[in-house]
């Protein structure tokens, strides 16, 4: 194998974006958080949509459903951290189940071929096969649900079908993905995954889901959904970049630049996601790698792989946790609870008595 080169990205080694790198910078590194288990009565409803404009962006940042969720996220990048995709861990038959019918979504892609087409994206097909999953996807879910938790589908199964794309508009962005993420975080909330689980949730769910939509996106031609264009990480995805940081922390001798490296690429691709999302890219996309992705090549020059997942972390919940256009389509039932203004209200008369008096009595707002 050839020794990688002694890179330098063309700018300076930063998360060089054009409009929010302040907002990255400034932001502090997300913390691992325990996910609370709901406890009996059960009171599962249909999620809704809640995001419509920053003020909303803001309820929702400040409330504790954005806090664990996203610990959700970072405890799976830390349950990774420093193992290959293959190592032994824990499989449970709830983890084995979910596998099993990601691999049966696979198999319907072969089960529905492509139609012939003209244009660059935006296969018809694509919206057969999402039909089968309206059609059979709750009963798939159902494989692995206890018994208490059976009248939870209502709830939890449309995180599932927004997972894998429109069927509309024919197309796949990092708001899919975070829904896959959001179903996941429902099932630990019912304790159906536990934190033993979560090596495996990343290493065998995750990874298979990804390859699941690779497949999608290749064989249907999925449009990227709200992609930044040269100045996002990838069309696509954003998590495993996360996770496949994580893999790679402390690793002896893997450093960010031997990105550039293609022997590596060819050669660890398979263990390490992020070696495979680098792969990808170099695969779809023409030209040299410092044009059409930027900000992959100045992330190459940080300086080791721990930077690179806090920042990553870092730019996840400003660059998609954060925006409307993305979270506009995310959903809020018992499980993700959204906040009004009158719970904030409430909690804030219950800590601060003598302050929400004076508040009330400027008029800003009505008691109760």
Same mark, same amino acid.
């Given at each position: 194998m050839s020794p990688p080169p002694n890179y330098r990205p063309i700018r300076a080694p930063a998360i060089n974006l054009p409009h929010n790198s302040q907002a990255i910078i400034l932001s502090p590194v997300p913390h691992a958080e325990k996910v609370p288990v709901v406890t009996p009565p059960y009171q599962f409803q249909r999620p809704v949509k809640r995001i419509h404009s920053p003020d909303d962006i803001r309820r929702f940042q400040e409330s504790a459903s954005f806090k664990n969720f996203l610990g959700f996220v970072v405890s799976l990048?830390?349950?990774?951290?420093?193992? @290959?995709?293959? #190592?032994?861990?824990? $499989?449970?038959?709830? /983890?084995?189940?979910?596998?099993?019918? &990601?691999?049966?979504? *696979?198999?319907?892609?072969?089960?529905?071929?492509?139609?012939?087409?003209?244009?660059?994206?935006?296969?018809?097909?694509?919206?057969?096969?999402?039909?089968?999953?309206?059609?059979?996807?709750?009963?798939?879910?159902?494989?692995?649900?206890?018994?208490?938790?059976?009248?939870?589908?209502?709830?939890?199964?449309?995180?599932?079908?927004?997972?894998?794309?429109?069927?509309?508009?024919?197309?796949?962005?990092?708001?899919?993905?975070?829904?896959?993420?959001?179903?996941?975080?429902?099932?630990?909330?019912?304790?159906?995954? @536990?934190?033993? #689980?979560?090596?495996? $949730?990343?290493?065998? /769910?995750?990874?298979?889901?990804?390859? &699941?939509?690779?497949? *999608?996106?290749?064989?249907?031609?999925?449009?990227?959904?709200g992609s930044h264009g040269v100045w996002g990480l990838d069309?696509?995805?954003?998590?495993?970049?996360?996770?496949?940081?994580?893999?790679?922390?402390?690793?002896?001798?893997?450093?960010?630049?031997?990105?550039?490296?293609?022997?590596?690429?060819?050669?660890?691709?398979?263990?390490?996601?992020?070696?495979?999302?680098?792969?990808?890219?170099?695969?779809?996309?023409?030209g040299l790698f410092a044009e059409h992705s930027p900000l992959l090549d100045d992330i190459s020059g940080v300086s080791n792989w721990k930077k690179v997942n806090s920042g990553l972390l870092k730019m996840y919940k400003v660059d998609v946790l954060q925006k409307v256009p993305i979270m506009q389509h995310f959903l809020f039932g018992s499980l993700i609870k959204w906040y009004d203004s009158s719970f904030v209200l409430s909690r804030f008369k219950h800590s601060n008595l003598w302050l929400y008096n004076v508040v009330c009595g400027l008029g800003f707002v009505s008691r109760d």
């Open positions: 990048s830390e349950s990774i951290d420093g193992h @290959k995709i293959a #190592d032994p861990c824990h $499989v449970s038959p709830t /983890v084995a189940t979910i596998v099993s019918i &990601l691999e049966t979504l *696979l198999r319907w892609i072969d089960e529905i071929p492509p139609v012939p087409m003209s244009s660059r994206y935006g296969n018809i097909s694509f919206r057969s096969w999402h039909d089968r999953l309206a059609e059979k996807g709750e009963s798939l879910v159902h494989e692995f649900l206890p018994d208490e938790f059976k009248e939870s589908t209502i709830e939890i199964v449309p995180y599932l079908f927004d997972s894998f794309g429109n069927a509309s508009r024919i197309d796949y962005g990092t708001g899919h993905e975070t829904n896959f993420a959001a179903w996941l975080y429902c099932l630990a909330k019912m304790g159906i995954i @536990k934190e033993e #689980d979560y090596h495996a $949730v990343v290493a065998r /769910v995750f990874v298979k889901y990804l390859e &699941l939509m690779r497949k *999608l996106q290749m064989v249907y031609c999925l449009e990227p959904a069309d696509y995805h954003f998590l495993p970049f996360i996770f496949g940081s994580s893999q790679l922390v402390d690793h002896k001798y893997m450093k960010p630049k031997f990105i550039h490296n293609d022997d590596i690429l060819d050669n660890f691709s398979s263990e390490y996601m992020y070696l495979s999302c680098i792969g990808f890219v170099k695969k779809v996309k023409k």
